[in-house]
């Protein structure tokens, strides 16, 4: 947790430089803590082995940052970030997660209002205190008002690219005590839910004491909610709690069932039970007194009349209907994706360069892998003209040529993800973008557009005879934004006409598509890929994340561009 700590703290300077108007510094805190919080070794460790020059060596930690860190691991602080905390006495964190406060507008608020924290924010708007202040108008006080109000309804719940590396761990500590004979998360976890309340594991041992005690006792455990003999449940440093339950193996099968949920889903299984005189419950499938399933999922579904479930469809939304007609669709698997189209290099501020994310995505198993470096007016990402395109597209085909040499059945292919401008236009040269193999376009600036404008402008981007793809078409930030206003329907229509393809966006706080607008896009007709954003190779992983989405929208992989071979894959583009 010592990465992700720094990361924490990294995230704050950035945000308190940024409060000071310092300029580039910001985005440097900002570049480090992305990096260190994805890293995989302990920032500890490479210190220990390497000292500062290992350090430097992460991806996106310069000499200045390094010593921070250094400094951090040292001392247990740094020094800098302490006095800017003292000096601006703010909630800094919790403030700016509100859609429409940024630093520097927390600064004025601090200053003019003397606002600290979310409540007080919340309280001056109500009493309209920040509408007549400069720069902040009624448009923005409204906006921060319904940012606290989604905010509270998100509150409580956390991300599943948070959640699921953690619930991983413990369920391996788990399964290497010798008393555990199985475990397995279920809960919204098992149907992998893009955002979790608690986790909830299941186990089966003969021995359930030696399990709770265990349990309660793992590291990170800050507060014991209760100890049973075959339950228990605790919260964890990070904020989130964990459920435990011990159960006999006969009726294991039904415990899984029951504890994967979802509660609507189960509710429905319940009643089909009844009307066959049968009685489902968390210890079994029961005729009377006999017990006729429980100690497998797929015998009771099996028994019940239907085919088995995948647990990211159990929502009580016509899979039960399907399953019981033998029709539920072949949803994609995790194994099947080839390649991943959104990658960003360090042509544009990524990590990794070309040779080194191929690698990476050799690893994963790919056959290819899209760099879809930012254009120009994303100046903050370092995105690139025409030129540097031109330049980088040549970098590609050398290293294409290697592969080919080496006989290596890999490649990189070529791409951009553009912007699309308010008026629908891109903000690079038609020209450039036929050099490509492919081109991603989204929205990165101006977000809160009338409907209908936003609607207007993405059609038009779409209509563009180069643009294949649309980036996280939605626009919202899981826990932080909302979907910009956007007639979606009329959006599939175009997308069907244009051939335009959706992304489903794997990033852990994007996941945008949601698995709601994933059928809608199946239904209509349009294709989708699934992309992670990779800013460095440990985002590769995410693609997982992207992949429960789409099969929590019952994707197929005729839905799914890159579940086929590049040639195919390309061939579908424009
Ligand atoms: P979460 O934790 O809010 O992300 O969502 P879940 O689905 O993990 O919900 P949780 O932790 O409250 O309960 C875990 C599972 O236990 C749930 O998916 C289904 C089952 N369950 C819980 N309460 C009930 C209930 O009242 N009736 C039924 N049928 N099942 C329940
Ligand atoms: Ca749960
Ligand atoms: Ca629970």
Not at 5 to 16: C, G, N, P, R, S
Not at 264 to 275: D, F, G, P, S, T
Request: hydrophobic fraction near 40%; charge should be positive.
């Amino acid at each position: 947790m010592f990465n992700q700590d720094l990361a924490k703290i990294f995230y704050e300077i950035a945000d308190y430089l940024e409060m000071e108007g310092v300029a580039f510094k910001p985005y440097a805190y900002q570049k480090a803590a992305i990096s260190i919080e994805t890293l995989k070794e302990d920032v500890k460790n490479i210190y220990k082995k390497g000292g500062l020059k290992a350090l430097k060596e992460i991806p996106g930690v310069g000499e200045s940052i390094a010593l921070k860190i250094e400094e951090y691991i040292k001392t247990g602080k740094i020094k800098d970030y302490e006095d800017m905390k003292k000096k601006m006495p703010v909630d800094l964190k919790e403030l700016i997660r509100i859609e429409g406060m940024g630093p520097k507008k927390a600064k004025i608020l601090y200053e003019k209002l003397g606002i600290r924290t979310v409540k007080d924010l919340e309280a001056a708007a109500k009493d309209h205190k920040i509408a007549p202040l400069f720069g902040f108008g009624e448009k923005t006080e409204k906006n921060i008002l319904e940012g606290i109000e989604f905010l509270k309804r998100s509150k409580g719940r956390f991300l599943l690219g948070e959640i699921l590396p953690k619930a991983r761990e413990v369920e391996e500590a788990l399964k290497n005590l010798k008393e555990v004979e199985k475990v397995e998360a279920c809960g919204s976890v098992r149907r992998r839910k893009e955002t979790i309340g608690d986790v909830d594991f299941l186990v089966i041992s003969d021995k359930p004491q030696k399990v709770m005690d265990f349990f309660v006792s793992l590291p990170g455990v800050v507060k014991i909610w209760g100890k049973g003999t075959t339950k228990s449940s605790v919260r964890l440093k990070e904020g989130f709690d964990m459920d435990i339950r011990v159960v006999p193996k006969k009726s294991y099968g039904a415990a899984l069932q029951y504890f994967t949920g979802s509660k609507e889903h189960n509710i429905v299984l319940r009643k089909i039970a009844i009307e066959q005189g049968l009685k489902l419950s968390e210890y079994g499938l029961f005729y009377g007194i006999k017990m006729v399933a429980g100690d497998t999922e797929e015998g009771i579904y099996k028994t019940l009349g239907m085919q088995w479930i995948p647990p990211e469809m159990r929502e009580n939304e016509g899979e039960i209907e399907m399953a019981q007609k033998g029709k539920l669709p072949k949803i994609i698997n995790y194994s099947d994706i080839k390649g991943d189209l959104h990658y960003h290099s360090n042509w544009d501020g990524g990590a990794e360069s070309l040779e080194e994310m191929a690698g990476a995505a050799m690893a994963m198993g790919y056959e290819y892998i899209g760099v879809a470096d930012h254009t120009k007016f994303l100046r903050i990402e370092h995105g690139l003209d025409e030129k540097q395109l031109e330049k980088r597209n040549k970098n590609i085909d050398d290293l294409n040529l290697k592969f080919k040499i080496q006989n290596l059945k890999f490649r990189v292919l070529k791409g951009c993800e553009a912007n699309i401008m308010a008026d629908g236009s891109i903000d690079i040269k038609d020209e450039a973008l036929a050099k490509l193999d492919f081109v991603i376009a989204g929205v990165h600036s101006q977000m809160k557009m009338p409907k209908e404008k936003m609607t207007e402008r993405i059609i038009k981007a779409m209509k563009n005879p180069h643009v294949d793809i649309i980036s996280h078409p939605t626009g919202r930030i899981l826990k932080r934004r909302d979907e910009y206003e956007v007639d979606f329907d009329k959006i599939l229509k175009y997308a069907k006409e244009t051939r335009t393809i959706l992304e489903i966006n794997a990033f852990p706080d994007r996941l945008d598509l949601s698995a709601q607008n994933i059928k809608r896009a199946k239904e209509a007709g349009v294709k989708m890929i699934i992309n992670t954003d990779a800013h460095q190779k440990d985002h590769l992983r995410f693609i997982e994340y992207g992949i429960a989405q789409a099969r929590r929208g019952w994707a197929e992989k005729k839905d799914i561009i890159n579940c086929w071979s590049a040639d195919k894959m390309l061939s579908m583009l424009k």
